[in-house]
C-alpha cells in the first residue's frame, strides 16, 4: 500500500506523519530515516487496526476523487 506523508522540520530533525491514519506520527534525524521509522510506524498501526477489527462486520467502499 501507498500512504502520502507530511515531513516537517523539527528541532529532532525531521517529523512525519500520516494524514490518512490519525494518530501515526514518527521522525528520524533524516528524512531517509524518518521515511524508514514511518513506514515501521504504518505498519505497526495496521495491526492494531486489524486487531481491534476482529469479529467486527467490514466492507470496503470505492470513493471517487
Known amino acids: 500500500m501507498r500512504y502520502k506523508v507530511v515531513l516537517e ?8 506523519s500520516v494524514p490518512g491514519l490519525p494518530g ?8 531517509e530515516e524518518a521515511l524508514e521509522n514511518i513506514t515501521n510506524a504504518i505498519s505497526e498501526y495496521l495491526d492494531v487496526v486489524e486487531k481491534l ?4 462486520t467490514i466492507r ?6
Not at 522540520?9 to 512525519?16: D, K, L, P, Q, R
Not at 501515526?24 to 528524512?31: D, F, L, P, R, Y
Request: contains cysteine; hydrophobic residues 25%; aromatic residues 0%.
Open 9 to 16: 522540520s523539527s528541532e529532532e530533525g525531521i517529523a512525519v
Open 24 to 31: 501515526c506520527h514518527s521522525q528520524g534525524a533524516t528524512e
Open 53 to 56: 477489527s476482529q469479529n467486527k
Open 60 to 65: 470496503e467502499v470505492e470513493v471517487g476523487v
